[in-house]
């Protein structure tokens, strides 16, 4: 077998060579399908990929490009997660276990939604993502504090301090809430009837959520172009109408708004506040006049305040309800007997002068601090007090005497108490263990026992049917 030059075989064409032409063509092949590819991919992606890419670039418009390492990521992915690794230790006087890094991460989130748009960024702790947020840090009280709306109750603010990494960018931290923070609790129906309130562990997801809120957006100001905006400017009558500071706010607006301030006493009052309750009936019984509305309004509320065992709202409400009628008089009577009971000193000697015009007139005295009189209609008495005998009774005028009564006016109640079955409030004079309550109106269906007061009533209670004979002993005069 002759030897093949070698100049022949190295200086022929490639596509001459053994095997040349077969390689020729998947050469061709491949470039072809390269070229369709890459005409195609649009095409080709997922409904995510398009709807994160739109994203991307409206929020590019917004901050710039200091997050494209963080929305590459994303695309590789699919996903707009991004997860929170926390280490928090939380200092004295803070429970570590209601500040949650779940709650942090919210906050996270709603910075980057209001920054970049609904979706763009969204931070978890429990999705896995090849994104991670690493924060490292320590929870103290700042000294501040947060009241819920009508509420006396302060919550502690908090200060977080360390570290947090997102990427290549490590932010060192010395975060708190804002001044106003809110939040959202899920209740079922059971847990909306029974409540006293927000729990701790809401208010406090609330103000970790916030203050995570404010760490986002430090990291948005350190990574991109944005800019926090300015806080609003603080409207205290805004402010009040959302339950903070009423009382407060209408007091500095009294000398120059006194119709502002009169509401702002009345929206305190709805929510509690006694002495609110008696500004409020003054400013507004001071006016020249009053519109319906708002003397509809006043009277409502004093009245409310008044069974929520208010005592100055006890007595405004009287003053409210003193026009001339005789009805009228014996519905203020009703509210100066409730304020003298529980404590109010003022509405002592207003209920003893509209008791004169009643059949228990001889029983005014024990009003102004006489211990027992001797009456002539029922013997002696020995404390005349607020009560309800039957079940749509409103209250009304009770004498408490020692022995049963032998002649009553028609329609009179009277009932025997003794031992445990006297109501707390009711002093029997000494020596005498049975005592006798009597009632004029007896009208409508008499109650079957004597109940003892409470609290105010909540808002699935209506006062008149829980048939309370006496309030509990009020403070010593």
Known sequence: MSQVPPAIVHGAPMWKRPGARKAAVVVVALGAAYGAFRVARPYLRSDTYKRLAEQHERARAKIGDGLDELFARQLSRESNAVKV????????????????????????????????????????????????????????????????????????????????????????????????????????????????????????????QGTCRELGYDLLEKMTSWKRPAPPKRDPVADCKRGFHCRETAESLEADDPKTAAELYGEACRHDDDVACVRYGELELAQPTLEADRAARLHVTLEMGCRSEMPGACRMAGLVAMPATEHQRAEALVFFLRGCDLGDDASCPRAAALLADTAFADGAPL???????????????????????????PGQPTLWVTRRPSRLPKGALVRELDGDRIPRGIVPPEGASTVYAIALDGGGDPCDRCNPSGPGPTPFSITPTQCICALAKPPAR
């Open 85 to 208: 690794v926390a280490t928090l230790a939380a200092g004295a006087g803070l429970d570590g276990d209601l500040y949650t890094a779940d709650a942090c991460a919210r906050g996270l989130s709603d910075a980057f939604k209001e920054a970049l748009g609904t979706d763009v960024v969204r931070f978890s702790t429990y999705e896995s993502s090849d994104v991670e947020l690493v924060l490292t840090g320590k929870l103290a009280p700042s000294g501040s504090g947060f009241q819920l709306p009508h509420s006396q109750r302060v919550f502690p603010g908090i200060i977080l301090t360390g570290e947090a990494k997102l990427l290549d960018t490590t932010l060192a931290l010395e975060v708190r809430p804002p001044a106003d923070v809110q939040f959202t609790q899920y209740m079922s129906g059971a847990d909306i009837i029974f409540s006293s309130g927000p729990s701790d562990h809401a208010v406090a997801s609330g103000i970790m």
């Open 367 to 393: 009003l102004l601090g006489r211990r027992t009189v001797a009456t002539k209609q029922f013997g002696t008495a020995f404390a005349v007090r607020w009560g309800q005998w039957t079940r749509s009774d």
